[in-house]
Nanobody, 127 residues
C-alpha cells in the first residue's frame, strides 16, 4: 500500500518561513491531485493548497494566497509547501494527501476526496 510521508514541520516565529515536503511511495506524476490540508486546534480540517501534477495547476485557499506556494518534484514524487510570512493562525497539524483524478484537472480542497493521506507534521507559529 502506498504511503505519504510529510516532513519539515517545526516551530517558528511569526513572520518566518517553513518548507514542508511530502514524499509518495509510488509514482504520482500523471493525473494526480496532491494537496496540503491543515487542522488547527478546535477547528475543522481545511484545504489550503492543491496541485494537479501534470500539467502543474495549483490552487490556494484565500487564507494563504500570496504567502504559501505549492510545488512538485515529479522525479521524486514529492510535493512541497513553501510557507512564508507565517501567522499565529497558521499553527496546526499539516497533512498531505493524494488522489488519482483521471478526466479532470480540478483538485478538490476537501481531504475526504483523497484516498491517500499522510500522518501529518506539526507547525507551530509563535509571537
Amino acid at each position: 500500500q502506498g504511503r505519504l510521508v510529510e516532513s519539515g514541520g517545526g516551530s517558528v516565529q511569526a513572520g518566518g518561513s517553513l518548507r514542508l515536503a511530502c514524499e509518495a511511495s509510488w509514482n504520482t506524476g500523471s493525473q494526480y491531485c496532491m494537496g496540503w490540508f491543515r487542522q488547527a486546534p478546535g477547528k475543522a480540517r481545511e484545504g489550503i493548497a492543491t496541485i494537479y501534477t501534470s500539467p502543474q495547476i495549483p490552487r490556494y485557499a484565500d487564507s494563504v494566497k500570496g504567502r504559501f506556494s505549492i510545488s512538485l518534484d515529479n522525479t521524486k514524487n514529492t510535493v512541497f509547501l513553501q510557507m512564508d510570512s507565517l501567522q499565529l493562525e497558521d499553527t496546526g497539524m499539516y497533512y498531505c494527501a493524494a488522489q488519482w483524478t483521471p478526466g479532470t484537472r480540478y483538485c478538490s480542497m476537501t481531504i475526504e476526496n483523497y484516498f491517500a493521506r499522510g500522518q501529518g507534521t506539526q507547525v507551530t507559529v509563535s509571537s
